[in-house]
T-cell receptor
């Protein structure tokens, strides 16, 4: 299995631009999580999906952030418009079924907003 | 609300020495507990997890952790550290009935030759 796939691995953009981060979970996993990692705030859960349905988006910082999961094999996290304080590493993780199951993390996307 | 504290931001140990990384959690019921490791530029990899049963949990790479309910702790240990263990280590807690993990701030481990 290829594991969780994220693209791009690195993104540099200018303030005000739209940014789209992509995630392909492990096949057969039915839960997907988006996390953000910064030096100041550590690892924060932004949103998670069960069976493609958003369950809890209370971690999404602002309306500028949105996430979708149109099917079981693809999810996007969009920031529009982007700001310098959005610079972080964004991780996607997927999990098979039960809360007791392990979350498997992707390699992350390092976002820099100038 | 659940929370996790990792009191040590940085730890340096000599190769071959023993290691203990501290983790304290706050949660109203019996939690799910995890330790993850993150190497530079990489995602997080699960080292071990505790859900129930034996309070001493064995993980990958020779790591173990002990759940102590009375102390609300889940400390990670390794008897002999290798240079390849240099990384950042995260403790996390999850609710039994829920899905979300709350992570501690991490402990960066450096290994001296």
């Amino acid at each position: 299995d290829a594991g969780v796939i994220q693209s791009p691995r690195h993104e540099v953009t200018e303030m005000g631009q739209e940014v789209t981060l992509r995630c392909k979970p492990i096949s057969g996993h039915n839960s997907l999580f988006w996390y953000r990692q910064t030096m100041m705030r550590g690892l924060e859960l932004l949103i998670y999906f069960n069976n493609n349905v958003p369950i809890d988006d209370s971690g999404m910082p602002e309306d500028r952030f949105s996430a979708k999961m149109p099917n079981a094999s693809f999810s996007t996290l969009k920031i529009q418009p982007s700001e310098p304080r959005d610079s972080a590493v964004y991780f996607c993780a997927s999990r098979p079924t039960e809360p007791t199951d392990t979350q498997y993390f992707g390699p992350g996307t390092r976002l820099t907003v100038l | 609300a659940q929370s996790v504290t990792q009191p040590d931001i940085h730890i340096t140990v000599s190769e071959g020495a023993s290691l203990e990384l501290r983790c304290n959690y706050s949660y109203g019921a019996t939690p799910y507990l995890f330790w993850y490791v993150q190497s530079p530029g990489q995602g997080l990899q699960l080292l071990l997890k505790y859900f129930s049963g034996d309070t001493l949990v064995q993980g990958i790479k020779g790591f173990e952790a002990e759940f102590k309910r009375s102390q609300s702790s889940f400390n990670l240990r390794k008897p002999s550290v290798h240079w390849s263990d240099a990384a950042e280590y995260f403790c996390a807690v999850g609710a039994r009935a829920g899905n979300m993990l709350t992570f501690g701030g991490g402990t960066r481990l450096m290994v001296k030759p």
